[in-house]
T-cell receptor, first 116, second 113 residues
Framework: AQSVAQPEDQVNVAEGNPLTVKCTYS??????LFWYVQYPNRGLQFLLK??????LVKGSYGFEAEFNKSQTSFHLKKPSALVSDSALYFC??????????????FGAGTILRVKS | DVKVTQSSRYLVKRTGEKVFLECVQD?????MFWYRQDPGLGLRLIYF???????EKGDIPEGYSVSREKKERFSLILESASTNQTSMYLC????????????FGSGTRLTVV
């Protein structure tokens, strides 16, 4: 079965410092991996995805993520955090294969707090 | 700009009421989904639909039903609202090709009193 783990409920970082939000996954076959961000009382917004190719994926708002197949991880990173990055972040995985349909499986989410 | 529109941002309903949550997408997507979001639990799939008049149960379908009479519209129905259905409800859609992620609506925060 597909699953996603986000081991940290909350990540705190000072403005200007690099940030990392962790994600590990479990899936049979090749994964499609996604990061979404949610601001208070809003829906989820797409940040970036890994489908195939370069393991380092660049996305919106200066975020990037590194796919590591051996560690089954897809950590979200940003070189210099902004206060406006404070939000709830979700990692999601979709497995390749007709038996999985088009469903994404989401992690529980990680709250990112950036302090000035 | 393509979008998924949920008809209400905030709803307050009474216990036992029948509640309809509406979702419309303008992207001609085949697949539509209803999730509920609760603190610490992430997103949990309630129902989804791959095509018109087609529906499948997700992980937590109890107490809910859905309707998809037209491709662009996917309705979530709470047959008899209960206080434990107080939650944020998120609708999403995606085309058939698996390389695409979901496009989400802004969410409906439902309070059942």
């Amino acid at each position: 079965a597909q699953s996603v783990a986000q081991p940290e409920d909350q990540v705190n970082v000072a403005e200007g410092n690099p940030l990392t939000v962790k994600c590990t996954y479990s899936v049979s076959g090749n994964p499609y991996l996604f990061w979404y961000v949610q601001y208070p009382n809003r829906g989820l917004q797409f940040l970036l995805k890994y489908i195939t190719g370069d393991n380092l994926v660049k996305g919106s708002y200066g975020f990037e993520a590194e796919f590591n197949k051996s560690q089954t991880s897809f950590h979200l990173k940003k070189p210099s955090a902004l206060v406006s990055d404070s939000a709830l972040y979700f990692c999601a995985v979709r497995a390749l294969g007709m038996e999985y349909g088009n469903k994404l499986v989401f992690g529980a989410g990680t709250i990112l707090r950036v302090k000035s | 700009d393509v979008k998924v529109t949920q008809s209400s941002r905030y709803l307050v309903k009474r216990t036992g009421e029948k509640v309809f949550l509406e979702c419309v997408q303008d992207m001609d997507h085949e697949n539509m989904f209803w999730y509920r979001q609760d603190p610490g639990l992430g997103l949990r799939l309630i129902y989804f639909s791959y095509d018109v008049k087609m529906k499948e149960k997700g992980d937590i379908p109890e107490g809910y039903s859905v309707s998809r009479e037209k491709k662009e519209r996917f309705s979530l129905i709470l047959e008899s609202a209960s206080t434990n259905q107080t939650s944020m409800y998120l609708c999403a859609s995606t085309p058939d090709r698996v390389i695409y992620g979901y496009t989400f609506g802004s969410g409906t925060r439902l309070t059942v009193v």
